[in-house]
Every structure is written in C-alpha cells, then in structure tokens.
C-alpha cells in the first residue's frame, strides 16, 4: 500500500501576516517540483486567510494549530471547524504536546475534535508521543495506546484511514535531539499498530509522520524508514530553504 508523503510546518506562534506572505512567497517555488508530496503549512490564526489566498492553486495546504470540537458556542477564544472551511483551511494540527502541556489540552477533548474536523471537512492531525520520564520508566507503549485510543475512539472506523498522525516523542521537541531512526520505526510502527486495532484495514493507509528536531540533515534517513510517512517540522520550517530541503527528502524517487 502507498501513501503520499507529507511534510507539515508547524510555524507556531511565528509570523505576522506579512512575514508569512514572505515565507510562502519564498517557499512556492522551492517546492513546486515536489511531485508526490503533499506539503502543508501551519500558520497562526491571524495569517490563515491570507496565507490560503496566496496559496490558492498550489500543492501548498494550509492548516491551523488547534480548532475547537463545537460549531459554535460560549467558548471565548475558541475558533470552530466551520469557521475555518469558510476560509479555505484544508485541516488542522490537534493535541500538539505544547498545548497538551501548557494548555490543558486532553486526550477527551480530542476525542470530539478529530471526528468534528472530519464532519467539516477538515484533515485533523493528530500529535500524540511519550516525554522523556515516560520513556525512561518504560512506558512509551503505555502512554501512546492512551493518547491514540482515546483521541481516535470516537471517530467513525471507516474515516479512521484520513487522519494523520504525528508522532513527536516530546523530548526531541525543539531540544535538537532527534530520535534515532530505529527509535521513530518502533515507536511509528507501534502507532501504525494501535490505529489497526481500532480498524484493521485503517492500518496499512493512515499516514503517520515524525516530528521532533528535524531537520535538513537527518530528514531523509527518517523520512526513508518503512512506516515513516513524512514529517511535522518546527525549528527548521521557519525559513523557507530548509524547509524546502526537508520537502524534497520526502519526494519520492522517480
Ligand atoms: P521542532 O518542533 O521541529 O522544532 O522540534 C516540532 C513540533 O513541535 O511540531
């Protein structure tokens, strides 16, 4: 079974509107040859809709960082599913492990946003990985059969195969310490695993990507392992030639 590639920035709290009209200016050319890739970026709220205008036609989608499960409701500072296809937003990033930590985000709240980003129409990604106690105390499988059992449990089995996941062990987040490439296979396969647990056939088409210090000189090893589709880049998306780099480590051989 072959998956399409896809290689994510996630630009964080980065980039005022016109900075990240630069950066996807920059960016376009440099990856209009990545045939076979799909190549997404993740603005800010704020750069959403310009930055899904300017990228209007090319193989550049845009998601955002978080979207709430509601449609609408009493919930200050929430953004909706709804809200965001009205822009052209093609699906978002959900349970990164910064919002995890700092924003209280749990696995039963995303439980109700990954199918409400399908109903809208939106690809979710799922982040979902161990911190390094966990890891050190044995428990990664334990912790990574939580977060995806739990965050997946409430989606409907046959949309299962178009959710991508992310797995960012939270120790190599903006740490510059890569997880080794038989780290990421054990721990993407393990992923790759679960979701087969919860649909069989949904194992061998979900798209599960590495992210977590990566960067121009480790992609393509990473990028290369049997069950890695592609990666979830922060640091290194930031300016648009590495990230580039990274893209093009994802594009498959012709
Ligand atoms: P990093 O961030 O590439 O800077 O480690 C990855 C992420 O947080 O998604």
Redesign the pocket.
Known sequence: MSRTPLVAA?LKMHKTIAEAERYVQALLPRVATADGVDVVVCPPYTALGAIVDSTRGSRVAIYAQNAHHEDAGAYTGEISPPMLTEIGVHGAIVG?SERRRLDGETNAALAKKVPALLASGLVPMLCVGETEEERDAGEMERTLRHQVHEALGKTPKDRLPEVVIAY?PVW???TGRTATAAQAQEAIGFVRALVGSLAKEAAAQVRILY????KESNAAELFALPDVDGG?????SLEPEPFAEIVAAATPAR
């Not at 992210?211 to 990566?214: F, L, N, R």
């Not at 979830?232 to 290194?236: I, K, N, S, T």
């Open positions: 996630n990164h960012e190599a987040i903006g992210g977590g210090s990566v979830l880049v922060g640091g290194a």
